[in-house]
């Protein structure tokens, strides 16, 4: 029943995406020089089951805890910025190896990573259907687009045929990995250092409509004036902050809502929030205060949902077209955790 209704599902999602589509130079054939790797429905043919099954787990996690979605959609981010050479390819899922030590355990993702089980009952019904066809790297990024889509998001066609890597990088990890107390400039270099731009960064931030960030992420916003926002400051905002971490003495598990307004949607109040002092994180707030250009980029998106909405569903397909390993390199995990 719950496979039917994703197959139904899926369908209604690419007549939404056809009837969608406007002109645009993001294609297969021209996502920078790296595009014409990936391909839109690739497993058509060797696996055309794979993504109403994703979808239904998908659809399952997020009924079962609605802030799942956003967990899987920075499962993908967090994927895609480690390495600019290998770009989305599932090295983040890989536990601790004897030849290396993963990423999960990197500062941006230690006590804030959530979902691999997720990822995990996934691959395992996949590889009942179709043995080692489905890569992790592209179940994360189908995962992402449905949790967007099923929040209330756009919808977009994934690349497909990222294949998976050998090893992963802690200290890569924590070295490229945005932090949330960054400055415009150093948000800016992250995102042209993996090849994106200052626009893309801006619409990829918006992900942070939904989810939630421990008190440790944020405490700078109470802690020094100077970090809160400049004169732009929402002191009300700060202090509900200061009071909620202030109940309990462990920052590593009390969580706010980065969008306390609709923390389960996926919608431009993000934006909204920022222009009244109500971003939760210190790199969300610098947006509108350190920069002219990412200020008017935030109130255009605010105005807009729509701009906001296309503009993020290409950044992310220019950002999951990232260097991906294909061909013969890499490989198809039968366990996302492990190499073969």
Known sequence: MAMGLAICFMMLIKLVIALAKTPTTLNTTCVGDIGVLLQFDIYQESCPEAEPIILSWVQSAISEEPRMAASLLRLHFHDCFVNASQGCDASV??????NFVGEKTAPPNLNSLRGFEVIDAIKSDLESVCPETVSCADILAIVARDSVLLSGGPGWEVQMGRRDSLTASKAAATNNIPAPNSSVATLVANFQNVGLTQNDMVALSGAHTMGKARCS????????PSNSGGPDVNMDFVQSLQQLCSETADSTTTVAHLDLVTPATFDNQYYVNLLSGEGLLPSDQVLVVQDDRTREIVESYAEDPLLFFEDFKNSMIKMGAL?????????????CRAVN
């Not at 899922?93 to 004897?98: I, P, R, T």
């Open 323 to 335: 260097g991906p390993l294909t061909g013969d390199s890499g490989e198809i995990r039968v366990n």
């Open 217 to 224: 992420t944020f405490s700078s916003r109470f802690q020094s």
């Open 93 to 98: 899922l890989l536990d601790d190896a004897e």
